[in-house]
C-alpha cells in the first residue's frame, strides 16, 4: 500500500500540510515522533504576521520590504511576496476554523509590534500563539478523520532514481523499524538550534532528523550556517525571557552594573554585543527592577514564574542572569518554489527548509506565517505530485539497510558516553560557531566534530530493550547532530563575510560576493559547499 | 537529594519497582533531575519531555501522588515520582496517551463549519482564553476518581473542550456538542474537584463540566440520576451536597 502524501512531523507546518493535502483529495498519513500539539510550534508565543490593517494602516507592500531588509539580500523576492500576500488569507483561514486570536475593542483580530517591522502587524492569542494555532489545527485534523502515527521516528527515506519512495521509521512502542511507502513526501520536521545543546531556548527534540536525513539520502541543504541567537535566554537553562523584558524598559548590564548597548536594537546586533562583554569575562544580566512589582506582575508576569522556577530568583528584587542561545535555524534542505527539495517527490516546509524567505535574518513573526502558508501550498503541491505518480516502485533495499543500522547499535560497545559528547558538542558549536565566528575556532570544532564522528562506533548504547528505547533515539538524535554540524561548520568557514545572523570577526560587513545562498551536498563522500545567486 | 522514581517495564516480574536516586543538584527541576540521572546514572531511565517551559504537556507525571509538570517542579528531598494514572503505562514514566485523546473525538472538539473571518469580539475571546490555555498534558484526566472506576467516562480535557467549542460563537451546531458529551459525560462528574486542583494552567474543568450541564438542561437534558426518581441519587455520581 502506498500513500499519496506522507507527511513527517505533526507540527504547526505538518498539520497544515496535512489538512492541505487531505482537502486535495489526498490519501495521507502523518507520523510524528512525538503527540501532535507536543512540537516546538506551541512554544511561538509573539504571533503571525499578516498585513490586516487593524490597529494602524498596513500593507502587504510594507511587509514585503520589512521581509526582504531583515533576510540581508539573499531571500528570493518571489517568495517573500507570495508569503506575505497570503498572509491576510492564512491568518482569516485559521480565524475560521476556531483559533482565538485576541480582538481589539472593535472585534478585529489585535496586532502588536514585534521587533524589526514597520507596521503592527502580529496577531496573537496573548503569549500563547503557537499553542492555540497548533491546537486548533490539530481539532480540524481530528474533525477531518487525518491518520496519525504518533511516536514513530524517522531513520531514513528511500529513494529510486532520485525519487523518493518512502520512509523508515522506528517505532518506539514496539522496538520495529518500519517502512512507510508513498508517492510523496513532506518534511515538516523542525529545525537544528538543538545542535547548541545547552545554549538554545528550543526544546531538545529540535535535532534536525529531518534534515539529516534527507541529508543522507542525497538532497541539497541551503544557508546552514544562519542560527538566529536570542538575546535573553537564562544563563543556565536557555528558557526564553520574552522581548517584552526589554521593550518594557528592561536593561542589559555588565557585573560592574554599567549598561553597554541600547537595548531596543535588532536581536543579532543585542546578541553580539552581550557576547563581546561575556568574551571579557563579564557576565550580563537583565534587570528590571526599576519596573516595579505592580508592573511586572501586572504586565509581564510570566518571566517573573520563569526566573522563579528556572533561575531560583525574583527579579523584582534581584537582577537576572542570561545569555544569548541559538533561537531560529534560517538553513536547511533547499527548496524550490513549489518547495520540493532536490529529490524529486520530497517536499519540505517549516524550519526543516530554506524557502528563501528568511534569508540571513527571519523576521520575528513569520515562522508562524510560514508554516501555515506555505504548509498549506506543500500539502496543495505533494497532493497535485502524487496524482502523476504511477509507478509502484518500492526499495526495500533502504528498509533492510537501516534494519542494519539499527541492529549494529544495538551491539555497538558502550565505551564512550555520547551524553557526555552531545554536551560538548553544544559547547563546542557555541563556543566556536556561535554569535561571533573565527576562521581558527571553525577550524577547531570541525576537527573535534570529525573527531567525535569517527569515535561514534564506541558510543554504543546502554540500554538494550526494545520497549520506548530512548537511549536509542538520543543516540541516533546525537549522531543527526554530528550529520548538520558538518555543512553549518564549513559553511561557515567558506561566508567570510558578515550578513544577518552570520557574523566573522575580521569580515565585518556583507561583501557582495557573498550576496547568495550557500548549497551543500555530498558528492562522492566529499562534501561539498557552493555559493549560488537566489532566484529573485 | 534522594529521590525515589517507579520504574516500570512489562517485560520484567514485578512490572514495577521503586527505584531510589541521589541527586546531586542543589537547586532544580524534577526534569532536569531526570536528565542528570539519564546522563549520568542510569541511561534506562524513561520519560518524556519537551519545552521545558510548561507549554507542550509532555513531562506530567505524578509527584507525591500529585499531578504536575516535572519542568516546572522544584526538587524536593525524599521525592517520590510515578507515571500519570487512568492510562496505560509503556515504560517507566511514559505513558500511552491514545485512548486517552480519543475522548477528543467522541465530544467532537472542533468548529464543524468554517466561520466568517473575524466575527468575535473581545468579550467572546475572553469567554473561551482560558480554555484554550490547555495543554493537553493529561493531569486532569490522571487525577480524576470517576475514571478510576469508569474508564469510558469522558474526563475533563475533553469536557472542557467541548464547552470551549459549544461557547465559541462561530459554533452552527451547538445541539449535536450538547448531545455528545451526555453519555459518560456531564452528568457523570462527581465535581469534586481533582481536575481543577492540578491544572498547571489553571482551568477549571469542574466549572466548565457545571457549565455544560446548564446548557445541558436548556436542551432538555435532565440529571438521570434524579430522572430515575431519585432512586438511585447517591449512586448516581452526583454528589447533590446535602
Known amino acids: 500500500m502506498k500513500y499519496d502524501v506522507l507527511i513527517i512531523g505533526s507540527g504547526g507546518a505538518g498539520l ?15 507520523v510524528g515522533e512525538t503527540y501532535p500539539t507536543r512540537s516546538q510550534t506551541c512554544m511561538a508565543q509573539g504571533g503571525i504576521n499578516a498585513a490586516l490593517g487593524n490597529v494602524e494602516n498596513d500593507s502587504p507592500e510594507a511587509h514585503i520590504a520589512d521581509t526582504l531588509k531583515s533576510s540581508g539580500g539573499i531571500a528570493s523576492e518571489r517568495m517573500i511576496r507570495q508569503l506575505c500576500e497570503d498572509a491576510p488569507k492564512s491568518v482569516h483561514w485559521l480565524d475560521s476554523i476556531g483559533v482565538p486570536f485576541s480582538r481589539t475593542e472593535d472585534a ?22 503557537g499553542l492555540k494555532i497548533l491546537h486548533t489545527l490539530y481539532d480540524q485534523c481530528m474533525k477531518e478523520a487525518i491518520a496519525f502515527k504518533n511516536e514513530y521516528f524517522l531513520l531514513d527515506l528511500c529513494t529510486e532514481n532520485n525519487q523518493v519512495t518512502g520512509a523508515v521509521f522506528y517505532n518506539m512502542r514496539s ?6 511507502h508513498a508517492k510523496s513526501i513532506i518534511l515538516a520536521t523542525g529545525g537544528y538550534s538543538g545542535l547548541y545543546y545547552g545554549y538554545t531556548t528550543n526544546t531538545n527534540q529540535s535535532t534536525g532528523d529531518g534534515i539529516a536525513a534527507a541529508f543522507r539520502a542525497g538532497a541539497r541543504l541551503s544557508n546552514m550556517e544562519f542560527i538566529q541567537f536570542h538575546p535573553t535566554g537564562l544563563k543556565n537553562s536557555g528558557i526564553l525571557i520574552s522581548e517584552s523584558a526589554r521593550g518594557a524598559g528592561g536593561t542589559l548590564l555588565n557585573s560592574h552594573g554599567e549598561r553597554f548597548v541600547d537595548e531596543l536594537k535588532p536581536r543579532d546586533v543585542v546578541s553580539r554585543a552581550i557576547w563581546e562583554e561575556m568574551q571579557k569575562g563579564e557576565d550580563v544580566f537583565l534587570d528590571i527592577r526599576h519596573l516595579g512589582e505592580a508592573y511586572i506582575d501586572e504586565n509581564i508576569p510570566q518571566e517573573r514564574k520563569l526566573c522563579l522556577t528556572y533561575a531560583g530568583i525574583d527579579p523584582v528584587h534581584e537582577v537576572i542572569p542570561i545569555a544569548p542561545v541559538a533561537h531560529y535555524t534560517m538553513g536547511g534542505i533547499a527548496v524550490d518554489e513549489t518547495l520540493m527539495s532536490s529529490i524529486e517527490g520530497l517536499f519540505a516546509v517549516g524550519e526543516c527548509s530554506n524557502a528563501n524567505v528568511h534569508g540571513a535574518n527571519r523576521l520575528g513573526g513569520n515562522s508562524l ?3 501555515v502558508s506555505f504548509g498549506r501550498k506543500a500539502g496543495e503541491n505533494a497532493a497535485a505530485f502524487a496524482q502523476n505518480v504511477t509507478d509502484t516502485i518500492t526499495n526495500t533495499e533502504q528498509s533492510a539497510k537501516t534494519k542494519a543500522y539499527i541492529d549494529a547499535l544495538m551491539e555497538a560497545p558502550n565505551e564512550i558516553n555520547f551524553y557526555q559528547k552531545r554536551t560538548r558538542l553544544g559547547e563546542l558549536c557555541y563556543q566556536k560557531a556561535g554569535i561571533i565566528k573565527e576562521a581558527s575556532l571553525l577550524e577547531d570544532a570541525l576537527h573535534e566534530v570529525e573527531a567525535m564522528t569517527s569515535q561514534l562506533h564506541e558510543m554504543g548504547l546502554f540500554d538494550k530493550g526494545c520497549t520506548y528505547n530512548t537511549n536509542l533515539i538520543e543516540r541516533i538524535k546525537f549522531e543527526n547532530t554530528l550529520t548538520l554540524a558538518k555543512p553549518l561548520l564549513t559553511a561557515a568557514l567558506k561566508r567570510k563575510e558578515s550578513r544577518g545572523a552570520h557574523f566573522r570577526k575580521g569580515y565585518p560587513v556583507p561583501d557582495k560576493a557573498f550576496e547568495k545562498v550557500s548549497i551543500c551536498y555530498t558528492k562522492k563522500n566529499t562534501l561539498i559547499v557552493d555559493f549560488k545567486k537566489v532566484a529573485s | 537529594m534522594k529521590i525515589t522514581i517507579q520504574r516500570y517495564c512489562k517485560h520484567r516480574d514485578p512490572h514495577a519497582i521503586m527505584a531510589a536516586y541521589e541527586v546531586p543538584i542543589e537547586e532544580c527541576t524534577l526534569l532536569e533531575a531526570l536528565y542528570h540521572i539519564k546522563a549520568e546514572v542510569d541511561p534506562t531511565l524513561t520519560f518524556n519531555s519537551g519545552c521545558r517551559s510548561e507549554v507542550c504537556g509532555s513531562c506530567a507525571m505524578r509527584i507525591n501522588g500529585k499531578e504536575k509538570l516535572a519542568c516546572a517542579y522544584k526538587l524536593q528531598e525524599g521525592d517520590v515520582v510515578e507515571p500519570l494514572s487512568k492510562v496505560e503505562i509503556i515504560k517507566d514514566l511514559v505513558v500511552d496517551h491514545e485512548a486517552a485523546q480519543q475522548t477528543l473525538r467522541r465530544v467532537k472538539s472542533w468548529l464543524e463549519k468554517p466561520a466568517e473571518p473575524e466575527q468575535l469580539t473581545m468579550e467572546d475571546e475572553k469567554r473561551i482564553e482560558k480554555q484554550t490555555d490547555c495543554i493537553l498534558c493529561s493531569s486532569c484526566f490522571s487525577a480524576c476518581p470517576v475514571l478510576e472506576v469508569d474508564g469510558a467516562f469522558l474526563g475533563p480535557f475533553a469536557l472542557t473542550r467541548a464547552y470551549r467549542y459549544t461557547s465559541d460563537k462561530r459554533c452552527t451546531d451547538e445541539k449535536n456538542r450538547i448531545d455528545a458529551v451526555q453519555e459518560k459525560g456531564v452528568w457523570d462528574c462527581t465535581l469534586c474537584g481533582e481536575c481543577t486542583a492540578v491544572c498547571p494552567q489553571g482551568i477549571d474543568p469542574k466549572n466548565d463540566i457545571m457549565m455544560l450541564r446548564s446548557k445541558s438542561a436548556q436542551y432538555g437534558y435532565t440529571d438521570p440520576a434524579f430522572a430515575n426518581g431519585g432512586d438511585d441519587m447517591f449512586g448516581g455520581g452526583f454528589d447533590p451536597g446535602f
Open chain 1, 16 to 30: 497544515t500540510a496535512a489538512l492541505r493535502a487531505k482537502e486535495k483529495g489526498a490519501n495521507i498519513l502523518v
Open chain 1, 108 to 129: 478585529k483580530i489585535a496586532q502588536r509590534r514585534l521587533g524589526g517591522t514597520s507596521g503592527i502587524r502580529a496577531c496573537y492569542s496573548q503569549d500563547y500563539t
Open chain 1, 175 to 180: 522496538g520495529d523499524t518500519k517502512t512507510i
Open chain 1, 369 to 371: 506565517l510560514e508554516i
